[in-house]
């Protein structure tokens, strides 16, 4: 059973610092894309990161290039988010998400399937 778990959101002030965590199980890491998304509240969940097994690369939207930082540890099945230099703009839920069978596109929700339930990132001015 595809499971995914985020952790490690909460309050920061503007130019801190969080790490997400999306722990995994029910599937093989290494051989799976995973996406990083956020929903801010009245506005539509966008993605953030994704991982394309097609290249290999690490892909982010336009507004967190250069600050986020996604990465994995497919020992702990764990997939990470390093948010740095936060702004009040970030504020959102994350979720973390798995591409079903039917294919994916990076940096867009499609193909998504499975979701984690979100953790709360909150950034003060």
């Known amino acids: 059973q595809v499971r995914l778990v985020e952790s490690g959101g909460g309050l920061v002030q503007t130019g801190g610092s969080l790490r997400l965590s999306c722990e995994t199980s029910?599937?093989?890491?290494?051989?799976?894309?995973i996406g990083w998304f956020r929903q801010a509240p009245g506005k539509e969940r966008e993605a953030v990161s994704c991982i394309n097994l097609k290249d290999g690369g690490i892909y982010y939207t336009d507004s967190v290039e250069g600050r986020f930082t996604m990465y994995r540890d497919n020992a702990e099945n764990t997939v990470y988010l390093q948010m740095d230099d936060l702004k009040p703009e970030d504020s959102a839920v994350y979720s973390c998400?798995?591409?079903?069978?039917?294919?994916?596109?990076?940096?867009?929700?499609?193909?998504?399937?499975?979701w984690g339930q979100g953790t709360q990132v909150s950034v003060s001015s």
């Open positions: 998400a798995l591409p079903g069978p039917s294919g994916y596109m990076c940096l867009t929700l499609l193909g998504y399937d499975y």
């Open positions: 029910g599937f093989s890491l290494d051989d799976n894309a």
